[in-house]
């Protein structure tokens, strides 16, 4: 049977609920998140300088030396990965572009190449652990353009055993001429270190990513480019676009170029077994 004196009880304590424990929390809510698009960027700003804050601190109890590599960083990593580089490292995490202290009984090993390249660099670093010292350019290295233009600060002293080097997927839409001019002065660049050069081909772009099918196309066309260059200069190729393909289904993030954690662990796996061979052949 219906009982108004229960349904009036139940509406105060909704009531009471709503006064003492809701509204505080929406309250603190409305405080705290922004409302529009200048709180918006205020409070980005403002978590920015906490994590540069942070990062300044760590950065001055590193040794002299990790401390120049972190400024090289600094000046290069850009406006993108730079914060999530600070991000990274203020909250304890190992990354790609952590500073290398060498062994010196060990060769030393430099990897150039893009975010695909810069995914697959802990597990190939991991994997040659007590075989050779795994650097990285500090940089997401991007197209050829950039490779011309940067090169002598990613070699930094130029003291390399080997050099494992990429440029593909930012010169998806370079001219041909362009591209393999390019790659001729680049390889002739790295040639002066007087490293063992190896070349990888770039990893797949899927038919169905957002700038269309054509992008496949002409990512291939450049892979094609680049044997070339690299068989007329005598240059090793780790063809990472053979030995991925056949597991992209699994390993490749859809409708995007990059890999998730399988994907980027079989390719620095396969990057390590690349350059311990080539390695051996000196």
Known sequence: MFNPVFTLRSRLFVFLLTCFIVAPLWAKDKNTEPTNAAEAA???????????????????????????WETVLEENLGGFY???YKKQKVTGRVTAWDYVADDPKLPRVLLIG???SRGYTQAARKSLTGKANVHR???????????LKKLDVWLGDGNWDLIHFNFGIHDRKTPVADYEKRLEEIVKRLKKTGAKLVWASS?????D?????QIKTLLEEKNAIAARVMKRNGVEIDDLFTFITPHLAETQNPKDVHFNGKGYDMLGKEVAKQIESSLKQN
């Open 82 to 84: 730079l914060p999530i």
């Open 203 to 207: 990893t797949p772009i899927p038919s």
């Open 42 to 68: 205020a409070k980005k700003a403002q978590q920015e300088a906490e994590i540069n804050k942070k990062f300044a601190a760590w950065k001055a109890t590193l040794s002299p030396e990790q401390q120049a």
């Open 209 to 213: 990513w957002k700038e269309g099918p």
């Open 137 to 147: 350019a500090p940089a997401n290295c991007g197209p050829t353009a950039t490779g």
């Open 114 to 116: 893009d975010s695909v």
